[in-house]
């Protein structure tokens, strides 16, 4: 069943922050996030296991909240270079499945 | 190669003509997927390889769908007598095991008139 992003578009100024949501009706083992630019291929960003961990990639983290199958982008201080869109995948268990959300569209303007 | 590899990067069929979509992975990956994209979606699994072994067709959507991987590396994904409801971009991604980091290729965008 495919995760639900939220929100479906976000307009931002340069060093502004921004969440995305990342939520599925189903017992999760892992999230993963990727960011994809217009025509280029989908960008690793990172993986988020069972357990409630945080993990963080310079200026861009993320959290799994394991009881309510949710998981939660932060984007702190905003560059040019953040914009694109922003797919979560949810892998129930396979080890290798990765169903992906719809995206969320991602605009920094100077 | 540096990333994963597929060609072509565009391809227009015609209704009823079969196409070819290759695909180039990392040197070394053990693992292979294909993922179908539509406008404005996100990527959608179709198939998962081990090697040579395909572990996964589940997300193929028809049995005009057909992908291989005869010796673990490169791999080709064919569709048969394509219909314009297979308009997407086809992306192929590689790892070393199966549940870590996707390296993504650009994709072969195909459309179907």
């Known amino acids: 069943q495919q995760p639900v992003q939220s929100p479906q578009a976000v307009i931002l100024r340069e060093g502004e922050d921004a969440v995305i949501n990342c939520s599925s009706s189903?017992?999760?083992?892992?999230v993963h996030w990727y960011r994809q630019k217009h025509g280029e291929a989908p960008v690793f960003l990172m993986i988020?296991?069972?357990?409630?961990e945080q993990k963080g990639h310079e200026k861009i983290s993320a959290s799994f909240n394991e009881k309510k199958q949710q998981s939660s982008l932060y984007l702190t201080a905003s560059q040019l270079s953040y914009s694109g869109t922003y797919f979560c995948?949810?892998?129930?268990?396979?080890?290798?499945?990765?169903?992906f959300g719809k995206g969320t569209l991602l605009t920094v303007n100077p | 190669g540096a990333g994963v590899s597929q060609s072509p990067r565009y391809k227009v069929a015609k209704r009823g003509q079969d196409v070819a979509l290759r695909c180039d992975p990392i040197?070394?990956?053990?693992?292979l997927f294909w993922y179908q994209q539509a406008l404005g979606q996100g990527p959608e699994f179709l198939t998962y390889?081990?090697?040579?072994?395909?572990?996964?067709k589940s997300g193929l959507p028809s049995d005009r769908f057909f992908a291989e991987r005869p010796e673990g590396s490169v791999s080709t994904l064919k569709i048969q007598r394509t219909q314009q409801e297979d308009s997407a971009v086809y992306l192929c991604?590689?790892?070393?095991?199966?549940?870590?980091?996707?390296?993504f290729g650009s994709g072969t965008q195909l459309s179907v008139l």
């Open positions: 995948g949810t892998d129930r268990g396979s080890n290798y499945k990765l169903t």
């Open positions: 189903k017992a999760l083992y892992s």
């Open positions: 988020l296991l069972k357990g409630g």
């Open positions: 040197s070394g990956h053990v693992s």
């Open positions: 390889f081990q090697n040579e072994a395909q572990l996964d």
């Open positions: 991604a590689s790892n070393w095991r199966g549940g870590e980091k996707l390296f």
